[in-house]
């Protein structure tokens, strides 16, 4: 009913930048929250193994990681019912499949994620 398709991942050298791109479409009654996770590949989707890095709520306010603070940026577009994630001097150990997620009334809705590699 609801999809969530992620895009914009690729390999990238320690110091570059990326720009992810999350498209929602299907029944959605209202957007709570949008944000985005990270996991390393091989590992299941679920809070406690996925990091958040990156988390916009209704009222505009943004929330990320102490490690990407600065470096990354969560943005929406209502109009297009997308999220995105600018990235910047992105690090080795940040290589991981990053996950859009969203929020409507109470359920929650995951992308399959896009895949980031970073080398050194």
């Known amino acids: 009913q609801v999809h969530v398709v992620e895009s914009g991942g690729g390999l990238v050298q320690a110091g570059g930048s990326l720009r992810l791109s999350c498209a929602v479409s299907g029944t959605i009654s209202n957007f709570d929250t949008m944000a985005w996770y990270r996991r390393a590949p091989g590992r299941q989707r679920g809070v406690v193994q996925c990091e958040l890095v990156a988390g916009l709520i209704s009222e505009g306010a943004t929330t990320y990681a102490d490690s990407v603070n600065g470096r990354f940026t969560i943005s929406k577009d209502k109009a297009k019912s997308s999220v995105y994630l600018q990235i910047k001097n992105l690090r080795p150990e940040e290589k991981a499949v990053y996950y859009c997620?969203?929020?409507?009334?109470?359920?929650?809705?995951w992308g399959q994620g896009t895949q980031v590699t970073v080398s050194s």
């Open positions: 997620h969203v929020t409507d009334w109470g359920f929650a809705y």
